[in-house]
Structures are given as C-alpha cells and as structure tokens.
C-alpha cells in the first residue's frame, strides 16, 4: 500500500499498483487539492485520500502512511455526494430511455456501468422494492451506498437513477423520498378491484349502479360520448367495458392523485413519478390504459411512466409466453397512448423477454423504461455454477427443498419435474441450468431464501461463501453481465 500512495503522492500515477492490492483505476479522482482512489485489499473494498482539503478531513476512516483509508460506509457515501454530484442519484424525465437495473446483491453496478455506458440509456442503477428488501437482509440506504460507490469506481459520469420500485406504504414512500431516491414507482394493486373479472355482468351492472350518479355520468360522457382520439391506437369503448374500468380503477386513481399532491408535487427536486398498474388480475387493455392516463391528466398529475399488464405472461428470468402478435398489437395502442399524454411506457418483469425486445423499442420509439432485476442474480449465480461447484449443488438442492416456500412471493408456472436431477449433471454442466428455464425461475425465486438461511449457530448458510466467490470473481461477474444485459440493449435497439 505504502507504494500506491507514495506513487499517488508524487504524481506518479500512469501505473499504479502495489502487492496484494487490486486498484480501480477509474476511479482516479482528483477533488481540489485531494486524491481519491478505490482499491481492494484482503479487508475488503476501500477509498484512499491523499492531500489535504475539507474532503480529506470530512471522511472517516485510518491514516496510513499519509493518506487516509476509509471503509465505504454510509457516511462517507454521503461525503462523496457532496464533493462529486454525479455520485448522486438523478431524475431523468421523459426524454431518454431508461433501464432499472435492480442490483439485489449491491455488487452488479459495475457490471451494469460498463455495460451501458456511452450508450443512449440511462441506468436506474438503485432499483428495489420493499419486498426485496425484506428477502436480502438491505435498506435502503444499502441501495444507494452500493450504487454511489458503484459509479464512483467506475468513473461514471454520465448519471443513474433510484427508484423507489412498487411502494405501496406511504410510510415506504417517505423513507425513500427522505433519503434522496430520484425515482417512486407507485404500486396501486391494494386500490385495484380484481374481484370484478370473477363477476357475472349482471353482478358488475349492478355494483356499477350504485356508484354516486356523478361518477357514473363523469365516466360515461368522457368515455361514451365523446370518442376518444390518440393516433396509432385502436381505443373502442363499450357501456359493459367501462363499468368494469370504473369498478377496477377509479379508487387507483384516487390513490394515484392522493400520493401525487401529497409527496411529489411538495418536493423541491425532480422525482420520476411511475404508475405502475400491472398487479392486476388480468391484462390492462389499451382502453382501460387510457382511461387511467386521461383521469390523471385531467386532474393535474404528472407522471414520468406508466406499466401496463400486458397481454401473455412476464414471468420471472425467463422469455414472454404468448400471442407475439396480439402482443404487438396491442403494444402499438399502450405506446401510442403513452406518446399522446407525453409519458414513458414502462416494461416490469422485463428480463430476459428476447422475442418481444425489438417490438418494445420499435413502437416506442426508443423512449422506454424497462425494469430487471433477478436476471442479475441468476448471471451471479452462473458464476457460481462455473467456479464453485459444490456451493452451487448445496444451493440448488435448498432451492429444490425450499421452492413451495418461495412461490408465495412470486408467480411462476415451473416445472420442478422437468429440471434435470443434479445427480446426473457433471460439475462441467452445471452452468447449463442457467439456460434451462425452469431451472432459472427455481434459483430466480428463492434468492431471499438462500441469502437469508442459517445455521443453528446464527452463521450464514450460503451467503458467506457466496460473496466471498462473487468478491474474488468480480471480473467473470462483470463480463457476464456485459454479455447479458448487453444482449437486452441490442435487442432493445441500443
């Protein structure tokens, strides 16, 4: 170390290295009279500041031969925000295509920044929900620290997102606004009536019927009588339709304001505000879309994008399953609904969906958010499956035992019968899992389950070892995502 810094220290820094000492030469940074470099040592991930400056003094950390060697703590993190503002998370608006990224296990960001770099994309590198945060053991403010750190490492200056990904909770809401996320995906699903679709229509008539005779004329002269006019979408309203609409979506809507007026429109910084209505019991039709965004406009929210539920299925970590063509169709109507308010479509689940990626970017036009998240867990765990065998066969097998458990969270349609047995798979073909598709969604699902599970002594079970693998093959880690997610973009016309 004492090399590196002395290197440091005279200007010396075309090459810098130093034994047992992994240097991240994007990283070099020069902030007024003070030097700042990430490097690894055997404890771990550190920063180096060499010179003095109110930087130098403000982070917390050791002094070392004549630089200061600083953990990357939460506190330094928000040291780095105030002296370098593109460590700090963005808005983007609605003119440049954006991609969550959903960095589960805080060591993905590299990976994802070199892949999307100098690319006309826009990353939301800190992308987690509640939900996620429960089954890995994260805050919030592990979310953004990682990511902070991330770009800084990289020497990326080019801006990435934090998103707030379906919060339901006001009091989730205003912990994510609170400490500076830049993106708030609302999810409206506890405010969307999915008992409607099970009814009769004379059930739904006669719910619709005692709705306050306001309401129902409201909906029915904006939708009935006057004919709705967004070109490039096919919009056909029937009395029977609309009642459904009104009967699955007016308390969303009401919720979607209330949050608006509440905690975005106050704020004194930009926020990219996404409705997400794709919790629903079945697909979101183009006029039920339009319905939503006309209520929203008409009541003064402005929204940054909006998910639909598309028709087929966007499953977990595995290509779309349904009708390409009625997809495309009604794809053409979402989008051109989204253009005419001025919008973002929005892609959840989005992951690993090839077959539909050149029609998302050709209608619409490139102008698109798209969410991933557990794609990158399986491309860890592919690394795993190459480099420690006997881990990823303990893992597997828990995933196996565990699956039922792990359904609760999310809706696959795995066929645990089809995955070949792991006795009968060689070390050498282990990788092979992560292109069978019922064995990505079993090790996609349970991520939480194995992360979290312990031994009897309070020892991690798994993830001890598992980051300690994915630190010492952060390299391999970052080139298969560089290959993955890279195939997205390409497909994505990026």
């Known amino acids: 170390m004492k090399e590196l810094i002395n290197a440091i220290q005279s200007g010396n820094t075309s090459t810098l290295s130093a034994p047992g000492v992994k240097v991240y030469a994007s990283s070099l940074t020069q902030v007024g009279n003070t030097t700042l470099l990430m490097v690894r040592t055997e404890a771990g991930k550190r920063l180096l500041a060499v010179g003095e400056s109110d930087l130098y003094e403000q982070l917390k950390g050791e002094v070392v031969d004549g630089a200061k060697v600083t953990p990357l703590s939460h506190e330094n993190r928000l040291t780095l925000n105030q002296y370098l503002p593109y460590t700090a998370p963005q808005a983007f608006g609605t003119q440049v295509a954006t991609m969550g990224l959903g960095d589960r296990l805080g060591i993905a960001s590299p990976g994802h920044i070199q892949t999307i770099r100098g690319k006309d994309i826009r990353p939301v590198l800190a992308q987690q929900s509640i939900r996620e945060l429960a089954l890995t053991g994260r805050t919030y403010e592990d979310v953004l620290d990682a990511a902070a750190f991330a770009v800084f490492q990289e020497g ?42 099970t009814m009769s229509a004379d059930e739904v008539a006669a719910k619709y019927a005692a709705l306050p005779a306001s309401l129902r004329e409201h909906y029915e002269k904006r939708y009935l009588e006057t004919p709705a006019n967004v070109p490039g979408a096919t919009l056909n309203y029937t009395r029977e339709a609309l009642q459904k609409d009104v009967l699955i979506y007016d308390a969303a809507i009401n919720f979607m304001e209330a949050i608006f007026r509440k905690y975005i429109a106050p704020l004194d ?46 499953q977990k970590g595995i290509d779309y399953i349904g009708d390409i063509a009625q ?39 490139g102008l698109f958010h798209i969410k991933t998240a557990g794609t990158n867990w399986l491309e860890a765990v592919r690394v795993i499956a190459k480099v420690n065998p006997t881990l990823y066969r303990r893992m597997h097998q828990f995933a196996l035992d565990h699956f039922t458990e792990a359904t609760a969270y999310y809706h696959v349609t795995t066929d645990i019968e089809a995955i070949a047995p792991l006795a009968e798979v060689s070390d050498a073909q282990l990788p092979d899992y992560m292109e069978e598709n019922n064995a990505r969604q079993l090790l996609h699902i349970t991520y939480g389950l194995l992360l979290q599970a312990k031994n009897a002594d309070g020892s991690k079970v798994f993830a001890d070892e598992f980051f300690q693998t994915m630190t010492e093959q952060e390299d391999t880690f970052a080139e298969g995502l560089r290959h993955h997610i890279g195939r997205h973009l390409e497909l994505l016309g990026k």
């Not at 879309?289 to 009541?299: C, I, M, S, T």
């Not at 253009?339 to 209608?363: M, T």
């Open 327 to 365: 997809f495309e169709r009604e794809l053409a109507s979402h989008a051109a609904i989204a253009v005419h308010f001025e919008y973002k479509l929005s892609i959840h689940s989005g992951s690993d969906k090839f077959s539909v990626f050149p029609l998302i970017g050709q209608y619409t036009n």
């Open 269 to 314: 910084r930009a926020v990219d505000f996404e409705i997400s209505i794709d919790e629903t019991a079945t697909p979101t039709s183009p006029e039920a879309h339009y319905l939503v965004a006309n209520e929203l406009r008409d009541r003064g929210v402005t929204i940054f994008s909006m998910a639909p539920r598309f028709c087929g299925e966007f």
């Open 156 to 197: 990326y200056k080019d801006g990435y997102g934090a998103d707030g990904d379906h919060l339901k909770k006001e009091e989730d809401i205003e912990y994510a606004l609170r400490l500076g996320f830049t993106m708030l995906t609302l999810d409206c699903s506890e405010n969307i009536d999915n008992t409607i679709e």
